[in-house]
């Protein structure tokens, strides 16, 4: 459906070709590094297969605030936490992880903070003062898609179909 590009692109992820990939899967999307030599690494975290399935908006958005608090209280190298905006998952940025055991310690605070998002009594900061769109929340959304993910966590390494 609509026109696909043949060149190569210069986001990493528009060069992934969707319909080969095997969701729920956490892969390596990019790595840089800076001229002081510390290694960024962004993840790709899959929740649902795309253009099969998606996550709702609020699920997206409670997911979005409660990760990026809860994996802070495992990790101080965590940057960035950002939602998709095909609404299929998320990319985790963090600084140096290989210093501390890349990708399989990486795995191992995903699922601590996705632990955490599963038995979370509030989202944190979903009100007026913290957040853009605070009435736009679903906590048993975000914790219904955290469970599903954590229980086919033996997939996760699994990228393509
Ligand atoms: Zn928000």
Redesign the pocket.
Known sequence: MGQQSTGRMNVESFNLDHRTVAAPYVRVADTKQLPGGAVITKYDVRFTQPNEGHLEMPTV?SL??TMAEKIRDHVDNVIDVSPMGCQTGFYFTVVNQDERGGMLAFLDVLAAALGDVVTATEVP??NEVQ????ASHDLAGAQQAAQAFLDQRDAWQEVHR
């Open positions: 958005h979005e605030h900061a979903a957040c853009g769109w605070a």
